[in-house]
């Protein structure tokens, strides 16, 4: 069974750093695709930033220059690296990964980890 964990969130005050990661467990997989979402209180879901499994990037706007998405494969785990941090980059970020297992794809999520920005 393959799982993936998030980890790297607490509170930080604004123009702070915190580095996230998301760790893939399990046998017999490969990451493909792997994104950061987050979510705040009272708001949708919403892409932060993706990369792919040739390690192509992509930014919210919002984010854009702040944050920096990564990927170590020899150890199944994908980075956030979020600086010049917000109050409004408050939430709690989840890692949706594309999970190659056998022949097939799993799209799994993480079960989030809080960031808290005080102003």
């Known amino acids: 069974q393959v799982r993936l964990v998030e980890s790297g969130g607490g509170l930080v005050q604004a123009g702070g750093s915190l580095r996230l990661s998301c760790v893939a467990s399990?046998?017999?997989?490969?990451?493909?695709?792997m994104d950061w979402y987050r979510q705040a209180p009272r708001k949708q879901r919403e892409l932060v930033a993706r990369i792919t499994g040739g390690g192509t990037t992509n930014y919210a706007d919002s984010v854009k220059g702040r944050f920096t998405i990564s990927r170590d494969n020899a150890k199944n785990t994908v980075y956030l690296q979020m600086n010049s941090l917000k109050p409004e980059d408050t939430a709690t970020y989840y890692c949706n990964g594309s999970i190659l297992v056998g022949s097939g794809y799993l799209e799994l999520w993480g079960q989030g980890t809080l960031v808290t920005v005080s102003s």
């Open positions: 399990g046998s017999g997989f490969r990451i493909n695709a």
